[in-house]
């Protein structure tokens, strides 16, 4: 188990390093630069400016310095937002995006496999139709139309949640959440539903109700443990999900967090800030994916070997 | 005579009442976008001065009215959706074709090329979506057809690593020992023997990168880094919407209804064929 988990987070390593180099040099290749598209400025401040941030070093020279930097968690200036550095930017977005995406995971997780076991235990009974119905809407209604709507609904008509911002603690977190979480739930739940329902079929659980345990064991110690395997691989590319779902979340809900910055440091080719949010979520991506593998090959142990 | 498994197949999936209803929809839909502006004698980005923000009246010119340029929203819609669309199909099917012979190469071909192949796609993988899009359609310039490269690049690593796992088992039966014995190149085998045979499991999976593939676009033209005014896609014009909801929803609501009809009818026609086509529904 040890070997399996160090061999997968040296991998995990090296797929962060050619995240970083790959990131890099595309972003040079990039036609246009941080500071073309401004006013017209005299070619001599133009170069001092371009001096003043390394940018007329050859390209390898740029790389090596942004290594350096990073080795001692130095994420650079941000070419955008003067006088802030990357490491201030994030610092200051990550809490918010943090929040979001924790409380998220936490409900789809928690929703999604009640409700797929809701229906996998009474099939075709109304709790299983109600999440079927709320499954399909999940994933045929895509979060940029649900965002609005749900700002139109509950907070302009019916007054009852704040529109946007992150100014009235919980409440201005229940709509970005629980929109967030909700592509997920759906998933979850219909993962949850199949396998649960194909794991009570198994051979295994015959024998076990056979000896006479009661349906809640069977349930805990026999059927959920397998039934959940599917679930839990599906937490890597949920978190893929959620980073893409975030940028969106934060964008329509106005929310103070890292992905919010990413559109427009992109489009202004803020080479730092883009590196730094590309590290940052990719760091997280691969973390837990590697999570997702280490908890799979645990509850799994034919796994560990492959 | 005995049918084939494709024929049978074919006829598990009329049986799905819900994947059939499914698919005429979105005939439906797509015969819509694509035959629809013909019967108007403007394009969508026309614009009609004296019917600015025209309401819906469906027996005017404007049958569902025009936006705050006068432009006819219904016309706009339907030639949003032949961009958004004609991605959607045409992005799955190159994510497809580019997924299928990668993993294909990459499973008969086994060992060190295979294990380089592969760390490839993980690499990929560790890549967040958004960025990688965002960053590509950059490197190409912006553009539709940037776009359209940019998502099909992104999306083309799961059909390889279903194809390749295929490939793999497919790689050590007997047929393709045979195949070799009666000097068959690789390049052939991979491409007669190998592709073919993983075709089936494509198009169950590959069904189900047509919604990825309109979402993506959508997403990111919502963001306003896709589709640009005054073209119309579903998804900028779904942002276009958002921000007048207050006021006029049905900017919103037609575009956005159109494309959750869209995604939820690919959606069943995915599932029906994964049913139908599916080995292990063959018991």
């Not at chain 2, 198009?203 to 589709?227: A, D, K, Q, T, W």
Request: with cysteine.
């Amino acid at each position: 188990m040890i070997s399996f988990v160090a061999k997968r987070l040296w991998s995990g390593l090296w797929t962060l390093a050619a995240l970083i180099t790959l990131t890099f040099f595309v972003m040079r290749l990039v036609p246009g630069g941080p500071f073309s598209k401004n006013r017209k400025i005299s070619p001599e401040v133009q170069a001092n400016i371009e001096a003043a941030f390394h940018l007329d070093e050859p390209v390898w020279r740029q790389f090596l310095r942004y290594l350096g930097g990073l080795v001692q968690g130095d994420l650079g200036p941000s070419l955008r937002f003067r006088d802030y550095s990357v490491n201030d930017l994030i610092g200051s977005g990550l809490p918010y995006s943090l929040t979001l995406g924790f409380w998220a995971i936490l409900v789809a997780a928690a929703l999604g496999i009640s409700l797929g076991m809701a229906g996998a235990l009474r099939r075709n009974g109304p709790v299983d139709w109600a999440t079927g119905a709320f499954g399909v809407m999940g994933i045929a209604v895509p979060i940029f139309i649900l965002g609005p709507l749900a700002q139109l609904y509950f907070s302009l008509h019916l007054g009852l949640l704040p529109v946007s911002g992150w100014n009235d603690g919980i409440r201005s977190l229940i709509l970005p959440v629980l929109i967030l979480a909700l592509p997920n739930v759906a998933y979850i739940s219909r993962l949850t539903r199949s396998s649960l329902i194909e794991s009570l079929r198994e051979p295994h659980i015959r024998t076990a109700r056979a000896k006479g345990i009661g349906p809640w064991r069977v349930l805990r110690a026999h059927a959920l443990n397998g039934a959940l395997l599917p679930v839990v691989a599906y937490l890597g590319p949920a978190t893929a999900g959620l980073i893409t779902g975030s940028i969106l979340i934060e964008t329509i809900f106005a929310l103070p967090g890292v992905g919010r910055h990413f559109v427009d440091a992109a489009l202004n080719r803020d080479y730092p800030l883009v590196m730094g949010i590309t590290l940052l979520y990719g760091g997280f991506l691969i973390l837990f994916n590697i999570l997702t593998d280490i908890t799979r090959a645990w509850m799994d142990p034919r796994l560990r070997h492959g | 005579m005995a049918r084939s498994p494709f024929r049978l197949a074919l006829a598990r999936f009329l049986k799905n009442r819900m994947a059939v209803a499914c698919t005429l929809l979105l005939a439906l839909i797509v015969a819509l976008c694509f035959l629809g502006p013909l019967f108007f004698p403007f394009t969508g980005e026309d614009s009609d001065f004296d019917n600015i923000s025209a309401p819906i009246d469906l027996f005017s010119a404007h049958p569902f009215g025009t936006d705050d340029f006068g432009r006819d929203l219904l016309v706009r819609v339907m030639e949003g959706g032949q961009v958004s669309l004609t991605i959607g199909f045409l992005g799955a099917l190159a994510a497809g074709v580019i997924g299928t012979l990668y993993g294909a190469v990459a499973g008969f071909a086994g060992g060190r090329l295979d294990r380089l192949m592969m760390a490839a796609v993980e690499v990929l993988y560790g890549f967040p979506y958004v960025i990688l899009v965002v960053l590509l359609s950059m490197l190409l310039g912006g553009g539709n057809i940037a776009l359209f490269a940019a998502i099909v690049f992104t999306l083309w690593l799961t059909p390889a690593t279903i194809v390749r796992a295929q490939a793999q088992s497919l790689a050590r039966r007997e047929f393709i020992e045979a195949a070799r014995a009666g000097g068959m190149t690789n390049t052939a085998i991979v491409l007669q023997h190998i592709v073919p045979n993983t075709m089936v499991l494509v198009l169950v999976y590959g069904s189900l990168l047509v919604p990825e593939v309109i979402l993506s676009e959508s997403f990111l033209s919502f963001l306003g880094i896709g589709i640009k005014e005054p073209q119309a896609s579903w998804g900028n014009l779904i942002e276009a919407g958002t921000a007048q909801m207050e006021t006029d929803l049905r900017l919103l609501a037609l575009p956005g209804g159109l494309l959750a009809l869209v995604l939820f009818s690919l959606n069943f026609i995915a599932d029906g064929l994964r049913d139908a086509f599916d080995p292990k529904e063959r018991l």
